[in-house]
Nanobody, 119 residues
Framework: QVQLVESGGGLAQAGGSLRLSCVAS????????MGWYRQAPGKQRELVAT???????NYADSVKGRFTISRDTAMKTVYLQMNSLKPEDTAVYYC?????????????WGQGTLVTVSS
């Protein structure tokens, strides 16, 4: 049982920056992977970035070079630094964690935090 709480969403202008945080509680030792997904209105949820306990990184092509994911060594907190924001980045961003190296129905999900980028 893992609980995730996101924070840091809000309104930004195109070209601006935001930093998202996700704090995990509960059975934190079971977490081997944490990451961020997003869902825009009328769109399916998509992967943004993931990081493993060992530090392996995975980014969507659409955010590579602009967003940076990081975590503390205990896997209790994961961050998403978003720079050079674009209007198409507007979405609800969800924190995700799991014990496997790939998505699973057993993964934990946060409630989501809204990011809005003005044009």
């Amino acid at each position: 049982q893992v609980q995730l709480v996101e924070s840091g969403g809000g309104l930004a202008q195109a070209g601006g920056s935001l930093r998202l945080s996700c704090v995990a509680s509960g059975n934190v030792v079971s977490i081997n992977r944490m990451g961020w997904y997003r869902q825009a209105p009328g769109k399916q949820r998509e992967l943004v970035a993931t990081i493993t306990r060992g530090g392996a990184l995975n980014y969507a092509d659409s955010v590579k070079g602009r967003f940076t994911i990081s975590r503390d060594t205990a896997m209790k907190t994961v961050y998403l630094q978003m720079n050079s924001l674009k209007p198409e980045d507007t979405a609800v961003y969800y924190c995700n964690s799991g014990s496997a190296w790939y998505p699973s129905p057993l993964d934990a999900w946060g409630q989501g935090t809204l990011v809005t980028v003005s044009s």
